[in-house]
């Protein structure tokens, strides 16, 4: 798909005072060399302060620097969702892997946001999940409910579990994971999520479901909403995703070679959620069947996609649907970021 490019826009910090503007763009954009970043500049792609730029500038505190990325063909990834509940005030889907869902990462159109708000046009997430981790996104409709889920998305007032296929076979039953997360040198892009030391507190819980044949399934319950949380967890107990092509057993970016954050192959799904209606307090609770090609547990049944009203004692098959995708509205400010 060709979108319609993207105006790239930062305020020069007091950190880059004085930096030849060549250099700064090299730096702030890994993607590109010092030559390909000149090009883009002959191209009349970067300005400062509104003024086309030529690359002989330096840049000075407070500057405007936009790149203006011309239209480009994004990837090629999913093109549907099912809804899993909706309401007034809601709207839960269950997103498949490789489909991002916010804009980034050479991802403007090719977005699950794109696709439902086609259809809901004042749907905006509540949080989100990795461009390859599948399961359950749940959108707010008013600003009343994503004010309310937004204040209690990292607290227990909304139960996340999550499955996860880990390598190596565990030798405990459960785990309480309290690595810390911060950001950590990547060759490709300067730095990226990873456990660290001098991070942010950070809690998951792992329970052991099975074990195979070198590798370990595990039911993850988040206590904390942080980038890649459940990724660089697992990985800093020994036991990095299936497929991922980042994390280690330290739960740092590969020695040699590591990929870069959105990069897929690892089985992650989003299964279980949890949570009180914001508007009327009553239970929701949504379940949403593993994707095919995840590997499911020796004689596990399908899994349903449901919602509770447990105060009213009664259970109903929530409504599911296939969309495709179309062009909609930017994407929202103050979603949480993804943890996983």
């Given at each position: 798909?060709?979108?319609?490019?993207?105006?790239?826009?930062?305020?020069?910090?007091?950190?880059?005072?004085?930096?030849?503007?060549?250099?700064?763009?090299?730096?702030?954009?890994?993607?590109?060399?010092?030559?390909?970043?000149?090009?883009?500049?002959?191209?009349?792609?970067?300005?400062?302060?509104?003024?086309?730029?030529?690359?002989?500038?330096?840049?000075?505190?407070?500057?405007?620097l936009v790149w203006n990325r011309p239209p480009w063909v994004e990837p090629d990834?999913?093109?549907?969702?099912?809804?899993?509940?909706?309401?007034?005030?809601?709207?839960?889907?269950?997103?498949?892997?490789?489909?991002?869902?916010?804009?980034?990462?050479?991802?403007?159109?090719?977005?699950?946001?794109?696709?439902?708000?086609?259809?809901?046009?004042?749907?905006?997430?509540?949080?989100?999940?990795?461009?390859?981790?599948?399961?359950?996104?749940?959108?707010?409709?008013?600003?009343?409910?994503?004010?309310?889920?937004?204040?209690?998305?990292?607290?227990?007032?909304?139960?996340?579990?999550?499955?996860?296929?880990?390598?190596?076979?565990?030798?405990?039953?459960?785990?309480?994971?309290?690595?810390?997360?911060?950001?950590?040198?990547?060759?490709?892009?300067?730095?990226?999520?990873?456990?660290?030391?001098?991070?942010?507190?950070?809690?998951?819980?792992?329970?052991?479901?099975?074990?195979?044949?070198?590798?370990?399934?595990?039911?993850?319950?988040?206590?904390?909403?942080?980038?890649?949380?459940?990724?660089?967890?697992?990985?800093?107990?020994?036991?990095?995703?299936?497929?991922?092509?980042?994390?280690?057993?330290?739960?740092?970016?590969?020695?040699?070679?590591?990929?870069?954050?959105?990069?897929?192959?690892?089985?992650?799904?989003?299964?279980?959620?949890?949570?009180?209606?914001?508007?009327?307090?009553?239970?929701?609770?949504?379940?949403?069947?593993?994707?095919?090609?995840?590997?499911?547990?020796?004689?596990?049944?399908?899994?349903?996609?449901?919602?509770?009203?447990?105060?009213?004692?009664?259970?109903?098959?929530?409504?599911?649907?296939?969309?495709?995708?179309?062009?909609?509205?930017?994407?929202?400010?103050?979603?949480?970021?993804?943890?996983?």
């Amino acid at each position: 798909m060709l979108n319609r490019g993207y105006a790239y826009c930062t305020i020069i910090s007091s950190k880059y005072d004085g930096q030849p503007l060549l250099s700064h763009l090299a730096s702030l954009y890994r993607h590109s060399t010092p030559e390909a970043w000149q090009q883009k500049l002959n191209d009349g792609e970067v300005t400062l302060n509104g003024v086309t730029a030529t690359g002989r500038e330096s840049v000075t505190l407070g500057q405007t620097l936009v790149w203006n990325r011309p239209p480009w063909v994004e990837p090629d990834c999913p093109q549907h969702f099912e809804v899993l509940f909706e309401d007034a005030h809601l709207l839960a889907v269950n997103k498949p892997s490789g489909l991002p869902t916010l804009p980034g990462g050479g991802f403007m159109e090719n977005t699950l946001l794109r696709l439902v708000q086609r259809r809901t046009p004042n749907a905006n997430p509540a949080h989100r999940l990795g461009r390859a981790t599948s399961g359950i996104v749940l959108f707010c409709k008013t600003p009343q409910s994503a004010s309310h889920l937004f204040a209690n998305w990292n607290t227990p007032r909304i139960q996340k579990i999550y499955r996860a296929l880990g390598q190596n076979i565990a030798q405990q039953d459960a785990y309480e994971i309290v690595t810390p997360i911060g950001l950590v040198p990547h060759p490709l892009i300067g730095s990226v999520w990873a456990a660290n030391p001098s991070g942010k507190p950070s809690k998951s819980w792992a329970k052991v479901i099975a074990r195979g044949a070198g590798n370990t399934t595990f039911e993850v319950s988040l206590h904390s909403g942080r980038p890649h949380q459940i990724r660089i967890h697992l990985a800093s107990i020994g036991h990095p995703l299936v497929g991922d092509p980042l994390y280690g057993t330290s739960g740092r970016p590969l020695e040699r070679l590591p990929g870069l954050p959105g990069d897929g192959g690892y089985f992650l799904h989003a299964q279980y959620l949890r949570f009180h209606h914001p508007m009327t307090g009553e239970q929701i609770a949504l379940e949403a069947a593993l994707p095919s090609g995840f590997p499911e547990l020796e004689g596990q049944r399908d899994a349903k996609r449901v919602y509770e009203k447990t105060e009213s004692g009664r259970a109903r098959n929530a409504r599911q649907e296939l969309h495709h995708s179309g062009r909609v509205a930017a994407a929202p400010r103050g979603a949480p970021v993804s943890a996983h």
